[in-house]
């Protein structure tokens, strides 16, 4: 699967300007700020609907605009098509081959992406939100029903915690909302968990890998949701602390991945060359799992990242992606990497602007 182009129009900082791509390599080089990671992020929406950087459509639209828009088309194993995007403030416009998407849902399965960027890098060392996020995104991509399921959680949840600080709440109104908090966290739960042990049989292969042997990654999904019974069961008993605090201190929104390297827990005790040999191994292992589950090669969107790893890593991602079209953004780029790089496009970007060089 591949992006032969892109089309956009008042995205981010971009005025209006179509880009072909290479079916390799394209490498976008420029100062900070001048419009790099917005180009990958105008990519990554095409398959998700949604940004890896903001929650906010509108961010997407140039300031002083009413709408940005945003058309590539992209080959895979159905043949072409093309996908439109159309952000305006009373919300989006999603099209595949000029028909309207009733449901950002129905946008998956077109496009396969993987980012990698030095907020990755927070997989290991941040918060658990990190982790959680991490899984999602890659579960929403390859299961369409795991992103309605917590779409749905998150809304309920939503309303359960609305509910939690009014005044007084209707206490029999908790369990229609612990009945539905209950189905789909568990569902939830229980995708995070097989895919946890998947990612774990590729990313600690690739982990050894180099690592030259000398490491051991393992990884475990971290829950206390087991059934639907004792789900509901623990929101009923934490139903007083919940309420004294205004929000839900149970369920999958909570939970954690652990990563260990050679059995010591690395969110806490890890080198940071440890934790980030672990980041890229996972990193890494998504596109592995993309292609045992669709089929399909996953598109690698790397942002500002190969400045972040010492060369032996470097060389390892670079030989890892050659069988994938791949977009790198980096301030400049270090000559013995250059050399390492396939063949492919050369493009310098500058205030929202994309001009490939010769």
């Keep these: 699967m591949i992006f032969q182009d892109i089309k956009l129009e008042n995205f981010r900082n971009y005025g209006s300007q179509t880009i072909a791509f290479h079916d390799k390599l ?162 939830i739960a229980e995708e995070r968990k097989r895919f946890t042990e998947r990612l774990q049989e590729l990313s600690s292969r690739i982990h050894s890998d180099i690592s030259q042997g000398k490491e051991v990654l393992r990884l475990e999904y971290e829950t206390k949701v087991e059934d639907k019974e004792s789900f509901r069961y623990l929101l009923d008993q934490n139903f007083e602390s919940d309420l004294y605090k205004g929000y839900t201190g149970f369920g999958p929104h909570k939970d954690d991945l652990k990563i260990e390297v050679n059995g010591t827990d690395i969110r806490t005790y890890g080198s940071q060359g440890q934790q980030r040999t672990a980041a890229l191994s996972m990193k890494l292992a998504e596109i592995g799992l993309i292609k045992q589950e669709t089929n399909c090669n996953a598109v690698l969107l790397l942002d500002d990242v190969l400045s972040e790893l010492d060369s032996s890593r470097q060389r390892f991602l670079i030989e890892s992606m050659k069988e994938i079209q791949v977009f790198i953004t980096a301030t400049e780029i270090d000559p013995e990497v250059r050399r390492l790089l396939p063949q492919g496009y050369e493009f310098h970007i500058e205030d929202g602007f994309a001009k490939m060089l010769t």
Excluded: W
């Design 26 to 187: 394209n490498l976008f080089l420029g100062q900070n700020a001048q419009g790099k990671t917005n180009l990958l992020e105008s990519l990554f929406i095409m398959g998700l609907g949604k940004s890896f950087r903001t929650n906010k459509d509108s961010d997407m639209i140039a300031f002083g605009k009413d709408y940005a828009r945003a058309v590539c088309h992209v080959t895979g194993e159905n043949g072409e098509n093309e996908i439109d995007i159309v952000y305006q403030k009373e919300g989006k416009i999603v099209k595949v081959d000029g028909i309207k998407l009733s449901r950002s849902i129905d946008l998956l399965e077109h496009v396969y992406i993987v980012v990698f960027s030095p907020d990755d890098l927070k997989i290991i060392k941040e918060g658990p939100e990190h982790r959680r996020r991490f899984l999602d995104r890659e579960l929403c991509q390859i299961k369409p029903v795991y992103y309605s399921d917590l779409g749905n959680y998150k809304k309920v949840l939503r309303q359960r915690n609305f509910l939690l600080r009014e005044k007084n709440p209707d206490r029999n109104l908790f369990h229609v909302f612990d009945e539905s908090l209950a189905e789909y966290g568990c569902r």
